[in-house]
């Protein structure tokens, strides 16, 4: 089973971000760009939502752009941790209903920013396993490979918070 961390063996992504949805980008903090050397990802205003997972000094957004920041491991979650990830989906097909551009983010833009991309797609009408197909096709195919995110997907995140804060 592949879980979250910072895996030696997971390629850094080729860009910083990827379009998954038209105004839906995920993305991460570094990249390797065609020279092979790894840059930083840093967000201008290219975006009207940014919605942090990972933050990192130095990564941008510019003032005046909305950034919502909600910091997560990437492995298990609890309650609390869930419940920012359900609210910052919400958030994000809220943004995507009204016109507005949405980049999240993470560390690689694979794991993290995976799950909340993903349930932001729910809410627009995909399946979860739809939703995880298209961000695999569009980002990466190490995109969501952390299996216990794609769990928390194929259960719910409703459910799976409520299950995380009955047994706390």
């Given at each position: ?14 860009t ?30 290219e975006?009207?939502?940014?919605q ?39 958030a ?12 999240v ?64």
């Amino acid at each position: 089973m592949r879980s979250g961390g910072r895996d030696t063996d997971v390629p850094t992504p080729e860009t910083p971000w990827s379009e998954i949805v038209p105004g839906l980008w995920m993305g991460g903090h570094e990249f390797r760009g065609r020279t092979g050397h790894i840059g930083a990802a840093v967000v201008r205003g290219e975006f009207d939502l940014v919605q942090t997972l990972l933050r990192l000094p130095g990564h941008g957004p510019d003032p005046g752009v909305e950034h919502q920041v909600w910091p997560i491991p990437d492995g298990p979650l609890d309650g609390t941790q869930l419940a920012g990830v359900i609210r910052m989906a919400r958030a994000t097909a809220d943004a995507l209903e009204a016109g507005r551009t949405v980049l999240v983010r993470c560390f690689h833009g694979y794991n993290r920013s995976g799950l909340v991309v993903a349930q932001a797609l729910t809410h627009q009408g995909h399946s979860p396993d739809r939703a995880i197909r298209l961000i695999r096709a569009r980002r990466s195919p190490w995109a969501l490979h952390n299996d216990l995110f794609v769990e928390y997907m194929r259960t719910g995140l409703t459910t799976v918070r409520l299950l995380e804060e009955l047994a706390e």
